[in-house]
Structures are given as structure tokens and as C-alpha cells.
């Protein structure tokens, strides 16, 4: 037998990679599943973006190896973008980096940073990856609580009283996955302080500033930020180009430099017609996203009445692709909850504990089903 190595004893395959396989498994035995989990969306980029992608089929260039920084134009468009949306000024030459999908930027930036033995804050409820890569990269993660009292933002009394000696990077992510809180410039300001206070590295992944909400929010718009932050922002759910896996990294010249040198021994470069798309995406102007929140507008309401219908009490205050419910009380285990609807009514929606200790006793719906689907699901529990 082949060992594997020890690094894989202290993970477990994505909850998803493994939950899918069962909901695929029930819905090849003819079980009429609607999946309300996972928040791909299901909406298309933009006939631009796609005519874009096309005509890049046909450059003298376009099936090369590309650039380990992408191309200019791409960089330039993550720049413009980051100035037209949230009034940051980057160097699209030394502060930008595209990425293969914002989630390898996690891989990328703990690799660069974190030595064995590091400590990590990592937000309790969050995205489950920052604590998988952690682990994988030898360093130890120490949870930081959100909770709905404190609108899911950090208490900073407690945050002081942990032991911060080891600490060296802190994730943050607002608006907030997965219970939709939208943060504040304000909470940006706190964290930007704490962060060079205790000489730790901030990162913020931000990449539902424009799903639902009237209020996009970078954490590089705090003065100072620079000094200690990395921002992560990705295209998957504001322009609907989940599959096509581009994100990006911004931060200074010095942090883009250390995670170039980890991301330029992992790939050969984003596809040509990639880039060329979204550099068109990224040209978009404000009725893009009027018209893609004006869908989703519509499916959350209905998402809404559905988490009624089944006695829990949505965090209306929520923004972002997906609703964040409580369970009705008395209800012990989320995972049970959800696995009885699954089974009984074909529906799969993802237990809060999937993201932490403090997601038990709510489930989270994802606003990638269209509105007829979403009233199917009421109306199975008719």
C-alpha cells in the first residue's frame, strides 16, 4: 500500500465534493431534485462577454502558454474596475494579480506567508477552505466567533484576549459567507487597526460586494489598508462565470511579489480567451448589475417564504447569493434537519454546521434556482 501523506489525516474531501455525489446518486434514481446548496449561479455572463471568448479563439496567440501576471489588459480592467466601483486607486502593473479562481489565491497566500506553526484567525461561521488549506500548509487555525448578537461581526473585546503572539494572517470576508452580513467601512477601520497593531496579515474575500447589495465595499478603501491587507475579489458571482475561474489578488507590490513567486511554480498561466472575456466583463456598467439583482431580488423573496414555510427565521438583513435561516426551535442538528428534506421532499439546502460550530441550528439557501423551481419547492410542503 501507498501511504498518503500525513497532511491529508487532518482534512476531509470539501463537504460538497462528497454531499453532490449523494444528491446526483438520488437524482439518477428519477428523485425530481431541486438544489438549493451550492451557490453556482445559473445565469449567463453577458452575450458580450461570450462574443469576446469567440473572437479570441481566432488570435495568433490565443492557444500559447500565457503570463504567470495575465495579460495587461486584463489587469488593466481589474484596476479600472476597482476605481469606477470602489474608488481604489492600483497599480495595474505591481499591485494586481489574476488567479485561476479566487479559491487557489487562499492556497497561494498561505503558502506564501504561513511557516509551520503559524497560527491563522479564521472566522466561525466561514468558508470551510481557509481552515482545510491551514491545515494543509502545517500552520494551526484558531477561531474567531461570529455571531447573529453582534450582527456577525468580530468582537474585538474577545479578539484582544487570545493569544495573538503566533498569529499571522486573519481572514475576513464581508460582505459575509455564509450569513450575507454586509459589514462597514467602519468595521473595515476596526480590523485595519487591529491588524497593525498585532502585525497581522488581513485579507479580505469579497466576492458578493455586488449580488443584492447597494453598498459595494472593498477593505482597500481604508487609508493605511495597503500597509498590511490583501484583497481577494473574483468574477464567479457577479458576472455569472463561475466555471470560467478567474478571480484576482490586490494587495501591494511587495505581497503580490511573494505570491507571484508560489502562483508561477503552480500553473502556466489563465487560457487566453479567458482573459479576453473578462476583461470585457469587467467593462460592465451599472445596468448589469441592476438587471442580475433584479433576478435575484425576485428568488429571494421566494427563498424567503420557503425558510418560513419550513418554521425558521431568515437574517433578512443578509446580502449576497444566498439565506441565511434559523432553525425553528427545538430543532437539534441541522444536518438532520436538511437530510430529512432531502429525502422526503428532494430538496438540498446546506446545514449551517458545514461552515462552523456557530452554523449550528441554521441552514443557508442558495439563490442559483430560478423562481419557478423555488415555488415548486413551497409547494411541496402544500
Known amino acids: 500500500m501507498i501511504k498518503t501523506a500525513k497532511r491529508l489525516d487532518i482534512i476531509e474531501e470539501y463537504y460538497f465534493s462528497t454531499k ?61 474596475f476597482y476605481q469606477n466601483n470602489y474608488g481604489v486607486a492600483l497599480d495595474s502593473n505591481t499591485e494586481i494579480l489574476p488567479l485561476i479562481g479566487s479559491k487557489e489565491g487562499i492556497m497561494h497566500i498561505s503558502m506564501a ?36 448578537k453582534n450582527n456577525w461581526e468580530p468582537d474585538f473585546d474577545a479578539l484582544e484576549k487570545l493569544d495573538l503572539s503566533k498569529v499571522k494572517i486573519m481572514w475576513i470576508g464581508y460582505p459575509h459567507m455564509p450569513t450575507g452580513a454586509r459589514g462597514s467601512l467602519e468595521l473595515f477601520e476596526k480590523l485595519v487597526a487591529f491588524a497593525k497593531k498585532h502585525h497581522i496579515l488581513l485579507i479580505n474575500d469579497n466576492p458578493y460586494s455586488f449580488v443584492l ?56 498561466g489563465m487560457f487566453y480567451g479567458i482573459q479576453k472575456g473578462a476583461v470585457e466583463a ?21 427563498t424567503e417564504q420557503l425558510a418560513e414555510k419550513l418554521g425558521c427565521e431568515v437574517y433578512t438583513a443578509g446580502v449576497g447569493l444566498f439565506v441565511w435561516a ?8 441541522a444536518e438532520d ?17 458545514i461552515f462552523g460550530s456557530n452554523g449550528e441550528g441554521y441552514i443557508r439557501f442558495a439563490l442559483c434556482v430560478k423562481e419557478e423551481k423555488v415555488q415548486e419547492a413551497i409547494d411541496r410542503f402544500a
Do not use: C
Not at 494543509?136 to 474567531?144: C, H, K, Q, S, W
Not at 478571480?247 to 500553473?267: E, F, H, P, Q, R
Not at 460592465?284 to 421566494?302: G, H, P, Q, T
Open 213 to 268: 447589495n447597494d453598498k459595494p465595499m472593498s477593505l482597500l478603501q481604508i487609508e493605511g489598508a495597503k500597509d498590511v491587507a490583501i484583497e481577494l475579489n473574483s468574477l464567479s458571482k457577479t458576472f455569472n462565470m463561475a466555471g470560467w475561474r478567474v478571480g484576482m489578488i490586490l494587495a501591494n507590490a511587495t505581497l503580490i511579489d511573494a505570491v507571484l513567486k508560489v502562483k508561477s511554480n503552480m500553473d502556466s
Open 282 to 302: 469587467l467593462k460592465s456598467d451599472k445596468s448589469w448589475f441592476e438587471s442580475m439583482n433584479a433576478i435575484y431580488k425576485k428568488r429571494r423573496v421566494l
Open 20 to 80: 453532490l455525489r449523494e444528491v446526483r446518486q438520488l437524482a439518477s434514481e428519477g428523485k425530481p431534485i431541486i438544489n438549493m446548496g451550492i451557490g453556482s449561479p445559473d445565469l449567463k455572463p453577458s452575450k458580450a462577454v461570450i462574443d469576446a471568448v469567440v473572437l479570441a479563439m481566432h488570435d495568433e496567440n490565443a492557444h500559447q502558454y500565457q503570463s504567470y501576471q495575465g495579460l495587461p489588459e486584463l489587469r488593466k480592467g481589474m484596476a479600472d
Open 337 to 353: 434537519f436538511i437530510d430529512k428534506i432531502l429525502y422526503e421532499k428532494h430538496i438540498f439546502i446546506t446545514p449551517g454546521t
Open 113 to 148: 506567508f504561513l511557516n509551520e506553526g503559524d497560527h491563522v484567525l479564521i472566522p466561525n461561521p466561514g468558508y470551510p477552505t481557509y481552515t482545510s488549506v491551514t491545515n494543509l500548509v502545517g500552520a494551526v487555525p484558531v477561531y474567531y466567533d461570529l455571531k447573529e
Open 326 to 333: 434559523k432553525l425553528p426551535a427545538g430543532v437539534a442538528s
